[in-house]
């Protein structure tokens, strides 16, 4: 692994812990996005290089007065390399993570044939999946969102 990319996570995983008490003992608000990213019949996780090591929809933190669409905008550029224009609003959903309660702003687009180019310094793998074929070990919030955006019977059927 390149030096940078691990110095990258080394910082990634520093910063997530030292905030963990904070998050714990202030109870910031959380608002945050999360997206779902098709290409045809699938569906793109991410592990992230930090943190619970599950499946997770990309995404991350709302900036102060950043519209959740250009939060959503934003994280994928860092996140994957992508500049995805065309969101399909999901909604919000409630949200707790590590103390914290909020709001998720959840949106869907699709890539098809478009070439991510994951940030190895915040993301450990990144994969595309199809519905019948998620991986167990999915974070809290993966399978409702995913929901929202492909409403189907095979998908719920993976997710029991």
């Not at 500049?83 to 709001?103: F, I, K, Q, S, Y």
């Amino acid at each position: 692994m390149d030096l940078r990319v691990a110095l990258r996570r080394l910082a990634f995983r520093l910063a997530y812990t030292s905030l963990r008490p904070y998050w714990f003992l202030g109870r910031p608000r959380l608002n945050g996005v999360k997206c779902v990213l098709t290409d045809r019949d699938r569906v793109l996780l991410v592990r992230h290089s930090y943190g619970p090591r599950h499946w997770e929809l990309p995404g991350g933190a709302i900036k102060r007065d950043e519209p959740p669409s250009s939060a959503a905008r934003r994280e994928m550029r860092e996140e994957l390399g992508v500049d995805v224009v065309d969101w399909m609003a999901l909604g919000e959903m409630p949200a707790r993570l590590h103390g914290r309660r909020g709001t998720l702003h959840c949106f869907k687009a699709s890539l098809a044939a478009v070439r991510i180019a994951p940030d190895r310094g915040e993301l450990a793998a990144a994969a595309w999946f199809a519905p019948a074929e998620l991986p167990p070990d999915l974070g809290p919030y993966v399978a409702s969102i995913i929901d929202r955006a492909i409403p189907t019977r095979s998908f719920r059927a993976a997710c029991s």
